[in-house]
Structures are given as structure tokens and as C-alpha cells.
């Protein structure tokens, strides 16, 4: 099952920061923390990803604690079109060298005008 | 920018019918996934493919479900008699490698059986 937690709901004003909490206090030392979100029922888009150093690309930041248990994603100016489902995942090992994506309920973020 | 496709965008089926979802991965990518979401629940895990074999299954995948890739280019999910709860959203993947490698999702085929 999903090693993290997340909020069921966040509101953002248009044009502001959205800050997306996760907590994933049993994460391992090799696990990476990956950030999708759905919009509607669209595919899930990837976002970001990291181990334990900030991540910035040109859609979201991720910040890391330093002890792993929790992380932070940042739209640094939110538009209408970054309401969505947002996942925040920690990849789970399979045998034969694949990986498979446990997804959680992710936090529904509104972004209003 | 590469993308992962899908074929049809919207199935409707009648229930003990045999469906063939298509999938057409990223060209240079070498691990394949299904995956699925009925509606209003969560996004479920339901096989990796690799060098032409099934890599893992989830509890979902019975022995309804089939996956192949017939050619260079195409991924096939089969689910050979449909059932009223099989009706949901389905997700191709594809990554470059397996481990630490970013899966990226096709659009979805929205199957209804009824």
C-alpha cells in the first residue's frame, strides 16, 4: 500500500504559491519520491522527482527534509490549470528489475480565481 | 516531446465480450505497464512487462487479463471476457529503464461494460 500521507484538499489563490505537504516517515534510504498529478481523469502527468537534495524544473520545486520523513511540492504561481489530483509516491521495487507505482488518494487541490 | 498513446480513447462492450486495449509506448523505452482506475478510486497497479514477459502482477491481473506486444511499436492489453465491474479507466506506461526511471502515462481508454 501507499507509504505516504497526504491532505485530502487544498485551496490556492490564483497567481500564489501552492504548497503540497507529503509525509513518508518510512521511506528508505534508496527510495525516491515521485510527484504526479491527474487532471480530471486525464493519464497522471509527471511532475518531479527526488532522493534527498531540492529538486526545480520548469513546472514545480520538491523540497526534502533533511531526514527524508517528509517533503514539500511547490507551484511556485499557481494557475487555474494546476487544479488537480496530486500524488506524492514513493517507488516500490519489483522483482525483475521494474517498478511499480502505488498510488494514494493524493490531495485535490483547487486553485480559485 | 515523446508521448505514450492510446487506442480507443472510449470503449463500451457488453459484458463476456473479449477487448483489446492498444497502447503505443515511447519509442526508446523498454518497460511497459498497465494500469487502471475505476471511477473514483484510486489509480491500481496491474502488470510490468519486460523483454517480452510479464515482470509482476498485481491481484487484479486474473487469468482474464492478458498483455503482449505483438511488434516493435505496440502494447495490447486483453481482458478476454468482460465482467460490469472491469468497467474503468485504463493507463499504459512506459519507462526507459526499471529501476529510478520515470514512468510516463498515455491519455487513458474509458472502457464500460455492460
Known amino acids: 500500500d501507499a507509504k505516504t500521507t497526504q491532505p485530502t484538499s487544498m485551496d490556492c489563490a490564483e497567481g500564489r504559491a501552492a504548497n503540497l505537504p507529503c509525509n513518508h516517515s518510512?521511506?528508505?534510504?534508496?527510495?525516491?519520491v515521485y510527484w504526479y498529478r491527474q487532471i480530471h481523469s486525464q493519464g497522471p502527468q509527471y511532475i518531479i522527482h527526488?532522493?534527498?537534495n531540492n529538486e526545480t524544473n520548469e513546472m514545480a520545486s520538491l523540497i526534502i527534509t533533511e531526514d527524508r520523513k517528509s517533503s514539500t511540492l511547490i507551484l511556485p504561481h499557481a494557475t487555474l490549470r494546476d487544479t488537480a489530483v496530486y500524488y506524492c509516491i514513493v517507488r516500490t521495487a519489483l522483482r525483475g528489475g521494474s517498478e511499480k507505482l502505488v498510488f494514494g488518494k493524493g490531495t485535490k487541490l483547487t486553485v480559485n480565481p | 516531446e515523446p508521448e505514450v498513446t492510446q487506442t480507443p480513447s472510449h470503449q463500451v462492450t457488453q459484458m463476456g465480450q473479449e477487448v483489446i486495449l492498444r497502447c503505443v509506448p515511447i519509442?526508446?523505452?523498454?518497460?511497459f505497464y498497465w494500469y487502471r482506475q475505476i471511477l473514483g478510486q484510486k489509480v491500481e497497479f496491474l502488470v510490468s512487462?519486460?523483454?517480452?514477459?510479464?515482470?509482476?502482477k498485481s491481484e487484479i491481473f486474473d487469468d482474464q487479463f492478458s498483455v503482449e506486444r505483438p511488434d516493435g511499436s505496440n502494447f495490447t492489453l486483453k481482458i478476454r471476457s468482460t465482467k460490469l465491474e472491469d468497467s474503468a479507466m485504463y493507463f499504459c506506461?512506459?519507462?526507459?529503464?526499471?529501476?529510478?526511471?520515470?514512468?510516463?502515462f498515455g491519455p487513458g481508454t474509458r472502457l464500460l461494460v455492460l
Open positions: 506506461a512506459s519507462s526507459r529503464r526499471g529501476v529510478r526511471e520515470t514512468q510516463y
Open positions: 518510512t521511506i528508505s534510504g534508496n527510495e525516491y
Open positions: 519509442s526508446n523505452h523498454l518497460y
Open positions: 527526488g532522493l534527498k
Open positions: 512487462f519486460y523483454n517480452n514477459e510479464i515482470s509482476e
